[in-house]
DNA sequence: TACTTTCTTTGATTAAAATCAATGAAATTT
DNA sequence: AAATTTCATTGATTTTAATCAAAGAAAGTA
């Protein structure tokens, strides 16, 4: 970490940043850049990280540069439910109250954009239009959700299963990447407990809608959404 | 539907409001609320009323004075999904990109507080308190959906449907109602579509609740949660 | 490379929910 | 009040997913 940047390198971690055109960062000015940009603090980290953990009170909220983050929540019996995948241009980590939420974990090397909440704060309050815009991300939430429950609603675990493909598809579109192949990067254990099935379902259902040729798997062993 | 109505009669119909505390109203002052009571609309619905409806143009947002609203999306394959049931104190129909993305209906007889949009965001951007409030309001939002998440993940229809049930009481508790017995004013059909079950599982998991005296019918025939 | 460990798939069986069907209760309409 | 419609419960059967079990594939470690 290097704790010693020049206000040009400053300038460059933000302005040059490649997912600053996904999130509110693009509502800031040259000058604002500049000082946020000092704030900001660029982190990697491996597979398997808890960047943030639920309950824990809120210092940072982050932006995914690159990587996949899933977000689960424990609940009152204790078990894990994952309640979403994160891709870059993402953001987390704003909740009122004071405390995260949810559990935050790598599920591939990430590269995060790290922001004090305090220091965000203070530019949300100057900047109307930075407000305005992550005021729609947090709305972008809680589409999200909205999506996840038509999903987990749906009867037929191939049904949730194939709109589960259809979501992912949809994500890496958001970033940049092709809508086929199909990247999957979470386990089949983190797609069932998303979609409320056991591991063996998930598994016979892609068998499933691949009999059906609704799916296939390409030369290179990766899954295609035909 | 009364036009005119003197100064008095305005600040009374805010400042008095049955709900002003549960919601950002409780932040404006006696001028603001002056203001903008000129601009609310209090409307008395009957049962099945569809207050809004998805994709149509945003012009007002929704408070709930009393009654009980269900809020549903209907998905890619034509189906409803009922994604909330709303209670007084709550309110509705603030979206990111100019239209509603679900319909809102009566599910009782409704008396809401209605706000013109353009108005409301006029308070917004002059009040910080009220900005806050309101994005505390979104949250609130974000985590009733992921309590649904939570409750539409889980194995067994029991689960869901004792979880509903006592969401459905901490609802009531919301709104100043003991949390027994609980008031069920959906039907069946409602809740099963909110679980994603049949209505006969619905039916059956009541049952077996009582057997198992998690829950019971009290003398006057309202359910109660033991 | 060989050895673990973890992850994924598939099969057989059991358990649970959907479906089909009918009846009863409640609410609404005439 | 009677008739109709809607809503809720229960039973029998079928379908689906969970569970139990094992083997194969991939990833990580010694």
Redesign the pocket.
């Known amino acids: 970490m290097q704790e010693t940047q020049s206000m040009y390198r400053n300038i460059n971690k933000c302005l040059n940043c490649k997912i600053r055109s996904k999130i509110f960062c693009d509502k800031l000015n040259e000058d604002c850049l500049d000082q946020i940009s000092k704030e900001v603090r660029h982190e990697n980290l491996p ?1 398997g990280s808890i960047v943030l953990s639920q309950n824990d009170e809120i210092f940072n909220i982050f932006n995914i540069i690159h990587g996949i983050i899933k977000v689960y929540q424990i609940n009152e019996n204790g078990d894990e439910q994952i309640i979403g995948f994160l891709y870059p241009g993402d953001f987390f980590g704003s909740h009122e109250g004071g405390r995260y939420e949810f559990y935050a974990e790598s599920i591939t090397p990430v590269k995060l954009c790290k922001i004090p909440i305090k220091e965000f704060r203070k530019y949300l309050s100057l900047n109307k239009e930075l407000h305005d815009s992550f005021y729609v991300a947090v709305m972008n939430e809680l589409k999200l959700a909205r999506m996840q429950i038509n999903i987990l609603a749906k ?4 049904e ?1 299963v194939l709109d589960f493909l259809k979501m992912i598809s949809m994500k890496q579109v958001g970033h940049g990447q092709p809508e086929n192949p199909i990247n ?1 990067q979470m ?3 983190d797609i069932a407990n998303y979609l ?12 499933k809608l691949r009999v059906k040729n609704i799916i296939n798997i390409n030369e290179n ?1 990766l899954l295609m959404l035909n």
Chains 1, 2 share one sequence.
């Open positions: 597979k009867y037929s675990a191939e949730k999957l386990t089949r254990s409320g099935l056991k591991i063996e379902t998930v598994s016979r259902a892609i068998t062993g």
